[in-house]
């Protein structure tokens, strides 16, 4: 694969690089991108009606036995060469940060460190009705399970649509958009907002931004370089090239 000189030029000499990531990049470790058909059980669902504080107040026991049908899936798979790039790109540059939208864990397995997880992560558990991160709590084999500390129900720590963002991971996101010399947008749609706004933000702050995706998104016009291939094969050419 060959990458525009330019380009390179600009990457070799970079101190700050920021990456957006979202579920195409654990698309290749075999995660199901979100707006891809659910399968089996789970096809006769919208993602909408599975992922938001109101299917989760009408059927609780469905939304916690999805959630966890989907933690046994993460659990079973790898991060791919991909996410193994992108932590290796960490050690490279001076200051590098990592914005996800994906609630797998799967770049923390791949030993990335400084990770912003706009939408939460899949393993963590919290009280829906205090919002308490609960790591323990007494098997009694209901479910969901029960807040060891008020009676509530126990949901994952991610964020269902009709939530908002996590306020501090916002203004990190925000902050490492906008204080960057690349800008990376990797396996996004780039249309779910506010997530959606950082290539933006970037290109307003006068980074030059970089998009990795086999289809075309909306950003893809706007971007400075667009590579049309699987970020697994894209990334680690890229690592070879600036290595050389
Ligand atoms: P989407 O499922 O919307 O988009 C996945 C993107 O990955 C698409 O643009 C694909 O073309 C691209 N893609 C697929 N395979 C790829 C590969 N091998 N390499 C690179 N790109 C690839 O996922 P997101 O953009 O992450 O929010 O969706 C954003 C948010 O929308 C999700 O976090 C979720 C959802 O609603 C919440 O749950 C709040």
Redesign the pocket.
Known sequence: MTFPVEFIRQLAGAKRVTVL?????S??SGVP????AQTGLWAKFK?GEL?TPQAFRRNPRLVWEWYDWRRKRVAGVQPNP?HLALAEMERLFPHFHLIT???DGLHQRASSRNVIE??GNLTRTKCFDEGTIISNWPDTGEIPPKCPNCGGLLRPD????N?PMPEAEMERAIEASTHCDIFFS???????YP?ASLPYEALRSGATTVE????P?PFTEDAHFAFA????L?LPALLNRIRT
């Not at 991108?33 to 891809?36: E, I, K, L, N, V």
């Not at 990797?186 to 779910?192: F, K, Q, R, Y």
């Not at 990795?212 to 289809?215: F, K, T, V």
């Not at 291939?229 to 697994?232: E, I, L």
């Open positions: 990531t979202g579920a195409g990049v698309a290749e991108t979100f707006r891809d993602p992922a991909a939208q994906n609630v706009l939408h991610v964020v269902w649509f939530e990797i396996g996004t749609s780039a249309a779910v997530a990795i995706n086999p289809e998104t291939g699987a970020a697994g894209v």
